[in-house]
């Protein structure tokens, strides 16, 4: 009988990156895997990020202004 796995902690926060639980293997676009050996992962969904998939806090720099889809310095 195979073993129950626990399940994984996702914490989605609509101003930053998401949080995952770790350790995580992440599937790239080009197929690739990275693995984080870390208790949490930071994954950037903004994008900015120069250490894409991770978080490195780029998305702090520019907020959402009050017009959709324009950004302001912040």
């Not at 195979?2 to 949080?19: A, Q, S």
């Not at 990275?34 to 490195?56: I, K």
């Amino acid at each position: 009988m195979p073993k129950e796995r626990e399940p994984r902690r996702v914490v989605l926060d609509p101003d930053g990156p998401v949080l995952v639980e770790g350790p995580v293997e992440i599937v790239m676009e080009d197929g690739s895997t990275v693995v984080f050996d870390r208790f949490m992962v930071a994954l950037c969904t903004c994008r900015r990020s120069r250490d894409y998939p991770l978080c490195d806090t780029s998305h702090r720099r520019k907020t959402r202004g009050s017009a959709p889809g324009k950004l302001r310095e912040e």
